[in-house]
């Protein structure tokens, strides 16, 4: 079983022990396959399938994925309206690269106000956005305003997120912690932008960032 290093050389010896043939014409194969494969997600998983006091991570397991950051927006102003969820922007909201991106998820701040909104809906080059909650504070056709994302989503697929994620352009690392810990340390009426050092896993597949 050492000398074994592909997945085919696995289920061959498997098959071969079993005395079934080895050419894929066994009515085993297939099942040869899918009892592999519950081994490796045993092993994954931390190797605590018969000993639960195991959790290794397997770094033969590991991959590696870009998350490409937004900059904060802050372009033309915002009509927003006192008790209506509904606002617009002077002119559509283009990222610097010029690519445009519905800006549904992020965050709106109307300067010089407290309260921060989600934009719930956003539709791609469109000027109208809705608010996860009604505007509060007096009506202003001209608001100058910052809006921001905080929170990415991940790959589909991850597994077990690993900590810290590496920062690129200074090569730092940027470490986890717990999400009432983000909140409490750094809520977002107190938020700062800039380049982040800790993010928080809100969901299985998505972060969020302390600025």
Same mark, same amino acid.
């Given at each position: 079983m050492a000398n074994l290093s592909t997945s085919e050389e696995i289920i061959?010896?498997?098959l071969f022990r079993s005395a079934e043939p080895t050419d894929g014409t066994s009515d085993y194969a297939d099942n040869a396959v899918i009892w592999l494969n519950r081994v490796y997600r045993g092993l994954y998983m931390g190797g605590n399938e018969l000993d639960e006091t195991i959790n290794e991570n397997w770094n033969w $397991?590991?991959?590696?994925?870009?998350?490409? $950051?937004n900059p904060v927006y802050d372009t033309g102003t915002v009509s927003v309206t006192k008790n209506s969820e509904t606002a617009f922007f002077s002119a559509s909201p283009t990222d610097i690269d010029s690519n445009d991106e519905?800006?549904?998820?992020?965050? $709106?701040?109307?300067t010089g106000k407290p309260d921060i909104y989600k934009l719930s809906s956003h539709i791609i080059t469109a000027t109208q956005m809705t608010l996860d909650s009604v505007y509060t504070d007096d009506t202003d056709t001209t608001a100058s305003f910052k809006l921001w994302k905080q929170d990415y989503d991940l790959q589909s697929d991850l597994l077990r997120l690993l900590n810290p994620m590496m920062e690129f352009r200074h090569k730092r690392p940027i470490y986890g912690l717990s999400e009432e810990s983000m909140e409490r340390k750094w809520p977002q009426a107190n938020i700062s932008f800039g380049s982040p050092d800790r993010f928080a896993q809100i969901s299985e597949t998505s972060v969020r960032f302390n600025k």
């Open positions: 061959a010896d498997a $397991l590991k991959a590696e994925a870009t998350l490409v $950051l519905s800006k549904q998820g992020w965050f $709106l701040r109307v």
